[in-house]
């Protein structure tokens, strides 16, 4: 029950209080359709991926492959971090943040806060949240379902978000990806 918890906390807060805030500074949804898997369908697509193995887990239909206490408080805590984390990268990007990639749109190019050191912190933190959860509640489905995620999260920003960068920003956004890591600091940065 306390990763469907998390997932409900992460689902109130890291989208609806943000894409609330950013209705009401910028009178637009965040929510973008566009290019690749964006908007509704990707924040229910991720969600639904990452609950199925809390839901399997609290029916009883999948056993956990580790029954530790200790590691479900360690999971509430980096779940809890990858939220906390997620936000600050939302608001760090101020009126720029959108859930998807609209090819038409153009905003700011963000690279202050934790876009200092990683180009993608929203999505390192989602994927910390995911980390969290799947200690939580450890078994095969939330073990695939990270990969899943993982791989989604790689192939959009690589096939989609980072050519759509590039156009828009240029010279700009080479120099800052040649600074920022793609998701860790330091690792997936362009070569100059």
């Given at each position: 029950m306390v990763g469907i918890l998390l997932e409900v906390a992460f689902a109130v807060f890291a989208?609806?209080?943000?894409?609330?805030?950013?209705?009401?500074?910028?009178?637009?949804?965040?929510?973008?359709?566009?290019?690749?898997?964006?908007?509704?369908?990707a924040m229910f697509g991720l969600g639904a991926v990452l609950l199925i193995g809390p839901v399997l887990d609290v029916t009883g239909a999948l056993p956990r492959l580790v029954h530790a206490p200790w590691l479900t408080a360690v999971g509430v805590v980096v779940a809890v971090l990858g939220i906390v984390a997620t936000i600050w990268a939302q608001?760090?990007?101020?009126?720029?943040?959108?859930?998807?990639?609209?090819?038409?749109?153009?905003?700011?190019?963000?690279?202050?806060?934790?876009?200092?050191?990683?180009?993608?912190?929203?999505?390192?933190?989602?994927?910390?949240?995911?980390?969290?959860?799947?200690f939580v509640v450890p078994n095969v489905a939330l073990l695939v379902s990270l990969a899943i995620v993982v791989a989604m999260l790689e192939y959009h920003v690589r096939a989609i978000e980072e050519p759509y960068l590039r156009h828009v920003h240029g010279t700009e956004y080479a120099q800052w990806a040649a600074r920022a890591g793609r998701f860790l600091p330091g690792v997936g940065r362009f070569a100059h």
């Open positions: 989208i609806g209080l943000r894409s609330w805030v950013h209705v009401r500074q910028t009178g637009d949804s965040p929510f973008r359709g566009g290019s690749g898997i964006g908007g509704v369908p608001f760090a990007m101020g009126s720029s943040w959108r859930i998807g990639v609209d090819d038409q749109e153009r905003t700011a190019l963000v690279t202050a806060g934790p876009f200092r050191w990683v180009r993608n912190p929203i999505y390192t933190s989602m994927l910390l949240f995911g980390l969290g959860i799947t």
